[in-house]
């Protein structure tokens, strides 16, 4: 198992930026996959970014360009670093882990809330 706690939301301004981070209750090293989601109010949480064991990244279209996603072995966290933030960036971000890789165990963190105002 591995606990998850996210830290860094807040209230930012439009244009503005924030970094989210999640820190792991174990190593990373060999968790295959971590991400962050996103839930806005009404809506399905939806993948926001997600980075592999070897680094490998993805991400939603929607933050392209925008978001980067970071992995810092050493230290057992994942970071999420946005830039020029959207008022429709606001939702409940979300760590996620799995040790085996997708379709396989995955664990949550609570979840940071991301409000940005235009």
């Known amino acids: 198992q591995v606990q998850l706690v996210e830290s860094g939301g807040g209230l930012a301004q439009a244009g503005g930026s924030l970094r989210l981070s999640c820190a792991a209750s174990?190593?990373?090293?060999?968790?295959?996959?971590m991400g962050w989601y996103r839930q806005a109010p009404g809506k399905q949480r939806e993948l926001v970014a997600s980075?592999?064991?070897?680094?490998?990244?993805n991400y939603a279209d929607s933050v392209k360009g925008r978001f980067t996603i970071s992995r810092d072995n050493a230290n057992n966290t994942v970071s999420l670093q946005m830039n020029s933030l959207k008022p429709e960036d606001t939702a409940v971000y979300y760590c996620?882990?799995?040790?085996?890789?997708?379709?396989?165990?995955?664990?949550w963190g609570q979840g940071t809330q991301v409000t940005v105002s235009s």
């Open positions: 996620n882990a799995a040790p085996l890789g997708v379709g396989y165990s995955n664990y």
């Open positions: 174990r190593s990373i090293f060999r968790i295959n996959y």
């Open positions: 980075i592999t064991s070897g680094g490998s990244t």
